[in-house]
């Protein structure tokens, strides 16, 4: 869920690299199956599983950090820049998990997928880069595909479904630019998951009276935080130095259709005629928009953040002027 180090030579074997990269992309599409699994059953309410999810990612992080043995985060950001990245993880966790209850997991990393891109690039836009023709063209074609995955008719979405997915990827897209500056990835993500506990922590005491708990649930929830996003998050980690930039990039793609699929698959869901054309013209447009023309992305995919400093490495800086994608 955070920025990855920069593509490198790596002595890593090829297959190792490609189970590795495989995994974090399963890990990355089962937070959408396990979220909707628990919340469209009423095994846990979306507060209580937002809270277990925050959790058990915290427990499992600190672990990661504790044991990881990199660098330390020589510059601690401020109280101010810590309460927003955990106030924008809050607002993507939670409205992720409300979502869940009223849209399908597949229309659903569709919607926050798209939501993230937009919010990346359309931050560039309002610190003054210049969009290129090929970005235009890819975000023209992306926002059109998500006007036809929540138009209004038959098939559509669950509006308020599809509006709290919304903010849930603006919310991400948010946390993935503040993280820009947050230095290394693994120590500011703990950090922030930590962070964003007593927020969460507080949604639940407000929603005392809409309580729904089972051990399914919480078992649903931790495994959410600490297995797809927390050991994903290390899968994605040991892959990424051996893969470039463009390839990193593009393999995220995978992730949107593998989370409809697999919710076909073991959830029963089905594909929608207005899905099957929304989703090519969505992971299209992005291809388009982030495929520059010397190989490297123009514009972020995923969670893509840049950062500044010298060699890379988990827990390192990264390169000035390169964006590189990290886990959902």
């Known amino acids: 869920m955070t920025a990855v180090p920069s593509a490198r030579p790596s002595d890593v074997p090829a297959g190792k690299t490609v189970g590795l990269t495989l995994l974090a992309l399963v890990c990355f599409a089962l937070n959408s199956?396990?979220?909707?699994?628990?919340?469209?059953?009423?095994?846990?309410?979306?507060?209580?599983?937002?809270?277990?999810?925050?959790?058990?990612?915290?427990?499992?992080?600190?672990?990661?950090?504790?044991?990881?043995?990199?660098?330390?985060?020589?510059?601690?950001?401020?109280?101010?820049?810590?309460?927003?990245?955990?106030?924008?993880?809050?607002?993507?966790?939670?409205?992720?998990?409300?979502?869940?209850?009223?849209?399908?997991?597949?229309?659903?990393?569709f919607l926050v997928f798209g939501c993230v891109q937009i919010t990346m690039i359309g931050s560039d836009l309002l610190w003054g880069r210049r969009i290129q023709g090929r970005e235009a063209a890819g975000l023209a074609l992306a926002l059109f595909g998500l006007g036809w995955l929540t138009r209004p008719g038959a098939e559509s979405p669950d509006p308020l479904g599809a509006l709290l997915m919304a903010i849930s990827g603006f919310a991400w897209g948010i946390y993935s630019i503040r993280g820009r500056t947050s230095g290394p990835a693994l120590f500011a993500t703990a950090r922030n998951f930590a962070a964003a506990l007593p927020l969460s922590l507080g949604a639940s005491l407000l929603t005392l009276s809409s309580l729904q708990l089972s051990v399914p649930g919480l078992l649903l929830a931790m495994a959410s935080g600490g297995i797809t996003s927390g050991l994903g998050y290390v899968a994605w980690y040991a892959a990424v130095p051996s893969l470039t930039a463009t390839r990193a990039s593009i393999v995220q793609l995978a992730v949107p259709p593998l989370a409809s699929a697999l919710g076909i698959l073991f959830l029963g869901e089905v594909l929608t005629l207005r899905l099957l054309v929304a989703a090519p013209l969505i992971l299209c447009g992005i291809a388009i928009a982030v495929a520059g023309p010397k190989g490297l992305p123009s514009s972020p995919v995923g969670n893509l953040t840049t950062f500044r400093g010298g060699s890379s490495g988990p827990g390192s800086p990264r390169p000035v002027g390169r964006r590189w994608p990290g886990p959902r």
Do not use: E, H, Q, W
Not at 44 to 64: C, H, K, M, N, P
Not at 78 to 100: Q, T, W
């Open 33 to 109: 199956l396990l979220c909707r699994a628990a919340l469209r059953s009423g095994l846990i309410d979306a507060s209580s599983f937002t809270l277990a999810r925050l959790a058990s990612g915290a427990l499992v992080l600190f672990v990661l950090v504790r044991t990881s043995g990199g660098a330390r985060n020589p510059v601690a950001p401020s109280k101010r820049d810590r309460a927003l990245s955990a106030l924008a993880l809050f607002m993507y966790a939670l409205p992720f998990s409300l979502a869940y209850l009223r849209i399908s997991a597949g229309t659903g990393a």
